[in-house]
Each structure stands twice: as C-alpha cells, then as structure tokens.
T-cell receptor, first 109, second 115 residues
C-alpha cells in the first residue's frame, strides 16, 4: 500500500527553527508537495520538490531525498502566524496525490 | 484575482436532506477535484475531472455524486447526508503541463454540519 508518515504534532518557540519530517512509500514518484493549512481553512501551497536537494523560499525550505523516501520542511524565524498544520503529499506514478495526515505545529511565545 | 470559490461556506442540513455544494474557478485549470476532510485527517479524494473525463474514487460512497457542466463550475451532491458525512468539503483545481503544473489551488471549503 501507499503510505505517508509525518509527526502528528510539534511544538516550537517563536523566533526558533523547526524541521518537520515526512517519509513516504508510494507506487512511483512524480514529486512531493508541502501545504500549509490553518485551522478551519483550506490548504495553501508551500513548496514542490521533484529532484533531490534543497529548495529555499524565504523563511521556508524543503528538502528531498528520493533514495530514502524522505523529505523535510524547515521553517526559520518562526512567527506566531506559522501555527498551522503542515501537510506532506506525494504524487505517484499515476499522478495521484497521496496525502499525509498533517503535522500540527504549535508556536509558543 | 483568479481564484477558486466555494459556496456555501457553511451548510447545515438535517439527516437525509439532500445538499449541493458548488465550486467555480477563474484559473482556467483543466482538472477539478472534490476532497472530504475531517478534523486532523488527510484530505480524502472523492472525485476528480480531467477536462470532461470524470474519475470516481473506488471507495467514494454512492451517496456522493458530482457534476461539471462546464470548465469553470463543479458541483458536489450529497443525496442523503448521514452524521458521518459531516466534514469540510474542499474543491481544488490544477492544470497539467507548464510551470506550476499539478499544484493544487484550493477553495476556502464548505463546512457541512448534519443534524
């Protein structure tokens, strides 16, 4: 079966750095996506990785290792507004998106 | 601004009373999706349209139906809502090919409450 694993919940301090990990087992691979979802709202796109390595976008970076079936989302200089769920999703060989259940990130002052 | 718009944002219905949720998009994306999401769970794909081709997920209950009368609009019909159908229903769009392909743009969602 296809599976995406990510921690259920993480806590971090305002101004700090946090890394959210995602491991996956899918039938083929056509890219990995990270989405941010605030409580009661729709997911919004953060990043896309299809090749190994690090993609940086301002305070957010995403890393991919296809051989390890592993990605992480790195958030720097955390702000209170970063409190949200972070969803990892992988596109399989049929271009179907397989979603993780999300990591709820709690930011404390 | 180009966007995905869902109506209504909040829908309260009685057990067994049919509900229709709508989605419109101005992005000219060729793929449209309906997802169901319950609290602290991953979005669950119900249907998607690739252009006019309708794709029904194998485990989507018959109680759920969908229509896409044209490129811009898509509807989700829940024929006889049960308590277990209370959830957020998310419409999303994407396009195939080109820069930004396969990135989903979501509407704000329709939250369904079943009494």
């Amino acid at each position: 079966g296809q599976n995406i694993d990510q921690p259920t919940e993480m806590t971090a301090t305002e101004g700090a750095i946090v890394q959210i990990n995602c491991t996956y087992q899918t039938s083929g691979f056509n890219g990995l996506f990270w989405y941010q979802q605030h409580a009661g709202e729709a997911p919004t796109f953060l990043s896309y990785n299809v090749l190994d390595g690090l993609e940086e976008k301002g305070r957010f970076s995403s890393f991919l290792s296809r051989s390890k079936g592993y990605s992480y989302l790195l958030l720097k200089e955390l702000q209170m507004k970063d409190s949200a769920s972070y969803l990892c999703a992988v596109m399989d060989s049929n271009y179907q998106l397989i979603w993780g259940a999300g990591t709820k990130l709690i930011i404390k002052p | 601004d180009a966007m995905v718009i869902q109506n209504p944002r909040y829908q309260v219905t009685q057990f067994g009373k049919p509900v229709t949720l709508s989605c419109s998009q101005t992005l000219n994306h060729n793929v449209m999706y309906w997802y169901q999401q319950k609290s602290s769970q991953a979005p669950k794909l119900l249907f998607h349209y690739y252009d006019k081709d309708f794709n029904n997920e194998a485990d989507t209950p018959d109680n759920f139906q969908s229509r896409r009368p044209n490129t811009s609009f898509c509807f989700l019909d829940i024929r006889s809502p049960g308590l277990g159908d209370a959830a957020m229903y998310l419409c999303a769009t994407s396009r195939t090919g080109g820069s930004g392909a396969n990135v989903l743009t979501f509407g704000a969602g329709s939250r369904l409450t079943v009494l």
